[in-house]
């Protein structure tokens, strides 16, 4: 028989047979909202699509390795969650190794290739070391508020379908429509999500 361990919050671990339990109970929809966050998150990763991102998590869960506690999170919440942490663990690998590069070009490294420090950024384009790196940190500052604010509110189903919603340039009565949200429902997660990014804003500014 399979052990469920308990956590210091006295949760109780998912078995892997509840992880493949939960996998089949996923909605069409839930896919779906799964396969667009997999392939936002996939981005400047070494996951070439949104689908290797979400297998990689899926392949965690089930054999264990990240652990869920059906009792605290929802399982699309857990995966959704496991991907933006596998994701994000690959950019800070990425970035800390092309620093290194690109201070290793600054002072004259001549083991530092420039054509194979060009080519490690994939799909980027190949023109100059300047040119991908201002391409790079262009496409960082587009999706910084909007990671930082899914970060903020990675428990809140009814943001995050909000900030899905815009990302994807919905306004109005769209949003809420996407969402599948009442007015109520809709309009105390926008003030959750105001509130949340004046917070965000402060902490930035200080």
């Known amino acids: 028989m399979e052990r469920r361990v308990l956590t210091e ?94 201070s290793a070009l600054a002072v004259g490294n001549d083991e530092v290739d420039d054509d194979a420090f060009l080519s490690s950024f994939g799909t980027l384009p190949k023109n100059s070391i300047e040119d991908v790196l201002e391409q790079a940190e262009e496409h960082a500052a587009m999706l910084r508020d909007y990671d930082a604010l899914f970060a903020y509110f990675a428990d809140d189903e009814e943001v995050w379908m909000i900030l899905v919603a815009m990302e994807q340039e919905l306004i109005g ?15 105390a997660a926008r003030k959750r999500l105001k509130r949340g990014a004046a917070k965000l804003k402060s902490q930035r500014t200080g």
């Not at 992880?19 to 996951?47: H, K, M, N, S, W």
Request: hydrophobic share 40%; charged share 25%.
């Open 173 to 187: 009565a769209e949003i809420k429509d996407y969402c599948k949200l009442d007015d109520a429902q809709y309009l």
């Open 9 to 102: 919050q006295n949760d109780i671990y998912a078995t892997q047979d509840e992880v493949f339990e939960a996998l089949a109970g996923l909605t069409p929809d839930e896919c779906r909202q799964l396969d667009y966050q997999g392939r936002r998150l996939a981005f400047g990763t070494i996951y070439a699509t949104g689908q290797a991102l979400f297998s990689e998590a899926v392949a965690r869960a089930v054999d264990l390795r990240r652990r869920w506690c059906p009792s605290s999170i929802s399982f699309m919440t857990f995966l959704r969650n496991s991907m933006g942490s596998i994701a994000s663990n690959d950019r800070k690998g990425f970035h800390a190794k092309h620093i290194a590069n690109v």
